[in-house]
């Protein structure tokens, strides 16, 4: 399996492929449909999101001694009418979710960010590889809000990489 480093350019994604399993260093944002409205909304984009990785879920909370709950992914086609905005206004490099997306989305990211899976229904498992958790914008969302996590290894497979091939038969 492949190792990324974050932050990093979309230039350090271009190898890689559509189904290929990788696993992801750095920091990531959570962002979910709550959060999404309220960022396009408010005209300006947080610094912190663009050029990041950000990852469709909700939290549950934390136990003792634990950076944070279950963590999966959330389904990812709930964020489409948001995605291509977001891609565009942010300048991501990479979106976790779960499921397929629409084909306004797949074309919106084509060359600009890659689509990663998340293990659906692996939680826990998830939340071993976060190190660190803290909700750093719209608190008041709770789970909603948006989250910045320090993940280590943190297990993916490439959806849809920047030539727009995809797991799910590429761009319709």
Request: net charge positive; hydrophobic share 40%; charged share 25%.
């Amino acid at each position: 399996m492949k190792r990324i480093f974050l932050p990093a350019d979309i230039a350090a994604l271009k190898s890689l492929k559509a189904g290929e399993e990788v696993l992801l260093n750095g920091t990531i944002y959570s962002l979910r449909d709550k959060a999404h409205a309220l960022l396009l909304g408010v005209g300006d984009i947080p610094d912190f999101l663009k050029g990041s990785v950000i990852y469709y879920m909700g939290p549950t909370p934390a136990r003792p001694n634990k950076a944070i709950g279950s963590c999966g992914p959330t389904t990812s086609a709930r964020m489409d009418k948001y995605t291509p905005t977001i891609v565009k206004k942010t300048s991501i490099i990479g979106i976790i979710g779960k499921g397929e997306r629409s084909a306004a989305v797949n074309r919106a990211m084509k060359g600009k960010a890659i689509y990663f899976l998340a293990y659906a229904g692996l939680g826990a498992l998830c939340a071993q590889s976060v190190l660190r958790s803290e909700a750093v914008l719209y608190k008041e969302l709770g789970a909603e809000a948006v989250f910045r996590l320090e993940v280590k290894d943190f297990p993916l497979i490439v959806c849809q990489d920047l030539k727009g091939d995809n797991i799910y038969g590429g761009i319709k």
